[in-house]
């Protein structure tokens, strides 16, 4: 049984290019997040799925950022014209059932912007 | 906004000492509680979680007690050894909503030196 996988692993990049980051969650998981790791501000959420409802953008800290999940599971993190602030580990997690149940994590993208 | 507050570490003890992570949160309403374990080179774990007051959450020897009164969750643990070394997070998640996106504390990195 796989666990929630991403990649790259790594991934750098120069100011102003856009990047794209992905997702596989747990076959069945219904719920998928993007959280944000980095120095100083510790983990944020970014965005949430859940099935075919509309995602909770809440999280996202500027329209150069988006998210999708196709077929209600793989899901990519896109930063358009990445900024050096955008540098940190990106972090996916998915859930089966109530929304006080584990979140399991994936092992993270970690995105340098030089 | 909710938010969690967590020792800030890093922490360092001898094997078999006793360990007090202290996190203490703010939210309205009834937050559900989580610590989660980042192991060296691995990725985020969930250690115990407690979903109302006085619930005490335990595994792998690890306890905390959801106190409303002092809106805190404190991680402790009797004897610790070399293994628990790793980053743990202290969460919560707000009450209502299906989202159940986590909010976190900033982490608190233990090393146990044997």
């Known amino acids: 049984g796989a666990g929630v996988s991403q990649s790259p692993s790594n991934k750098v990049t120069e100011k102003g290019k856009d990047v794209e980051l992905r997702c596989d969650p747990i076959s069945g998981h219904t719920a998928l997040y993007w959280y944000r790791q980095s120095l100083g501000q510790g983990l944020e959420f970014l965005i949430y799925?859940?099935?075919?409802?509309?995602?909770?953008k809440s999280g996202l800290p500027s329209d150069r950022f988006s998210a999708e999940r196709t077929g209600g599971s793989v899901s990519t993190l896109t930063i358009q014209r990445t900024q050096q602030e955008d540098s940190a580990v990106y972090l996916c997690?998915?859930?089966?059932?109530?929304?006080?149940?584990?979140?399991?994590f994936g092992p993270g993208t970690r995105l340098t912007v030089l | 906004g909710d938010s969690v507050t967590q020792m800030e570490g890093p922490v360092t003890l001898s094997e078999e000492a006793f360990l007090t992570i202290n996190c203490t949160y703010t939210?309205?309403?009834?937050?559900?509680l989580f610590w989660y374990v980042q192991y060296p080179g691995e990725g985020l774990q969930l250690l115990l979680k407690?979903?109302?007051?006085?619930d005490k959450g335990s595994n792998k020897g690890f306890e905390a007690t959801y106190r409303k009164e002092t809106t805190s969750f404190h991680l402790e643990k009797g004897s610790v050894q070399v293994s628990d070394s790793a980053v743990y997070f202290c969460a919560l998640k707000g009450y209502g909503g299906s989202q159940g996106n986590l909010i976190f504390g900033k982490g608190t990195k233990l090393s146990v030196k044997p």
């Open positions: 407690a979903t109302k007051a006085d």
């Open positions: 939210a309205t309403g009834y937050p559900s």
């Open positions: 799925f859940q099935g075919n409802s509309a995602p909770d």
């Open positions: 997690a998915s859930r089966t059932g109530g929304s006080d149940n584990e979140q399991f």
